[in-house]
C-alpha cells in the first residue's frame, strides 16, 4: 500500500432480489411462533373482554348471545324446538277451528301447511339475520383481533432498514480507512521529522568536529610559528654577540 493513499471501499447496494428472499426467508423461520403468539394474546384479551362484558351485563350475558346463535342456526336449518311446534300446533288448531274444519283431515292439512309455510319463512328471515347477527357478534363480542402479519415488519421497513445498516456499514469502512490513513501520515510525517533531526545532529557534530579540528590546526600552526621566530631570534643574538661583543 502506498504512503498517502487512502483506499476506500467502493459502496455497493444491496440487490433487492437477495432482500426479498432473506425477508420471506425470516418470515418462514418466524411464522409458527408468530401464531403462537398471536393466538395466545387473542385468547387473553378475549377472555379479559368477555369477563369485563359480564360484570356490566350480568353473568348470563354470553349465554344469551350463544343461545340467539343456536336458535338461529335452528332456524337456518329448519328447525323448531318442542314449545314453538306445540304454540304452531295450538295456532293452526284454531284456525282450523274458525274454518270450520276442526276434528277433520283437512285440520291436519291445515296445520301442516302452516307448519310448512312458517318453516320456510323462518328459514329465509334467518339466512337472511345471519349476515347482521355476524356483524354484531364480533362488534359486541369480540376485541379486535392481533393478526399474524402485525408479528413482523413490513417488506419497505425491513429494505429501508437493509439499505440503512449497507450504509452505515460502508461509513464505518470509510471511517477506519481514513484513521488508518491519518495514522499512516502521521507516522510519516513523525519518521521524516526524525530523519531530519537525525541529519541536523549528525550536520551539527560533523561541524563541531571540523571546527575542533580548524582550531587544532590554527593553534598547532601558531605554536609552530611561535617556535620558529623564538629559535631564529636566539640565533642572531649569539651572532652578534660574537661579532659585536660590546653589544652584550
Known sequence: MSYGQLNVPAFTPEDQGEIQKNYFSMVDDSMDGAIKATTAINEANQTQYTNALNQVFGSSFSDTWQSGLTTLKARAEGKFTDAEKKMFDTMYAAKAQNLGLGGSGASINVSMQGFGTRMLAAQSEAIQAIPAFATAARNNLMVTPTRVESMFIPISQYAS????????????????????????????????????????????????????????????????????????????RGTLRQKYPYLA
Open 161 to 236: 432498514q437493509r439499505h440503512a445498516d449497507n450504509i452505515s456499514q460502508w461509513r464505518q469502512q470509510y471511517a477506519q480507512e481514513q484513521s488508518r490513513h491519518q495514522a499512516e501520515m502521521n507516522a510519516e510525517a513523525l519518521r521524516r521529522q526524525e530523519e531530519q533531526a537525525n541529519r541536523s545532529r549528525a550536520e551539527s557534530i560533523r561541524s563541531q568536529a571540523i571546527a575542533t579540528r580548524n582550531s587544532v590546526n590554527m593553534q598547532n600552526a601558531a605554536n609552530y610559528r611561535a617556535g620558529v621566530n623564538s629559535g631564529y631570534t636566539g640565533s642572531m
